[in-house]
């Protein structure tokens, strides 16, 4: 290995302070918040967001952070036009209204150093709930691609739909949507 590539990952693993807390900003690029809902009994739907943007900071050491997300309602993509245009009205997401999904954690959980959940309150079409996000997948580390010092994280949660008013055709379209969230943020 390159002895300047070998310097610049071991001075990349040394920036994760064990005490202070890490600012992150979330990397659009690799962010993709995606949902899964029973479409008539007949099928699984699955869709997601193209556009989301956000900050994070974590503190593994003292088990705290928040994360701070955004996320544009209108980059729905289903590879459908028709239906992306159908989710973006009045009976689904209303984005005229509410461009905005967003999420802002209350607080995290760590195992070890290892983030393993956040709660937190979902905005969805105007109604604020609370939510947990359990999270299967964490990893800090250094992107041999950009050098830089980068965490990326899978998320799910479940939600009723109902709960945000966002009941259209329900029960017959299912109420509830598994949420997943595929996310990596670059560090400060």
């Known amino acids: 290995?390159?002895?300047?590539?070998?310097?610049?990952?071991?001075a990349g693993a040394l920036s994760f302070s064990a005490t202070a807390a890490d600012n992150y900003t979330v990397d659009p690029r690799h962010t993709f918040p995606s949902f899964e809902i029973d479409?008539?009994?007949f099928s699984i739907q699955r869709g997601r967001f193209?556009?989301?943007?956000g900050k994070i900071t974590l503190a593994p050491a003292s088990a705290s952070g928040s994360?701070?997300?955004?996320?544009?309602?209108?980059s729905i993509s289903t590879g459908l036009?028709?239906?992306?245009k159908h989710l973006r009205g009045e009976d689904f997401l209303d984005v005229a209204r509410f461009p905005k999904i967003l999420f802002k954690s209350k607080q995290l959980t760590f195992d070890k150093e290892k983030l393993v959940?956040?709660?937190?309150?979902?905005?969805?079409?105007g109604v604020t709930q609370p939510v947990h996000l359990t999270v299967d997948r964490f990893h800090c580390g250094v992107n041999?691609?950009?050098?830089?010092?980068v965490c990326g994280a899978n998320a799910t949660t479940t939600i009723k739909r109902s709960d945000f008013g966002v009941d259209k055709y329900a029960p017959?379209?299912?109420d509830e949507v598994k949420v997943s969230i595929q996310i990596e943020a670059i560090k400060d």
């Open 1 to 10: 290995m390159h002895p300047k590539l070998l310097a610049s990952i071991f």
């Open 39 to 41: 479409h008539l009994g």
């Open 50 to 53: 193209n556009q989301t943007e």
């Open 67 to 74: 994360i701070d997300i955004a996320i544009d309602a209108a």
């Open 81 to 84: 036009a028709d239906l992306e």
């Open 117 to 125: 959940g956040a709660d937190g309150d979902l905005t969805l079409h």
């Open 144 to 149: 041999l691609i950009s050098m830089k010092n």
């Open 172 to 174: 017959a379209l299912a």
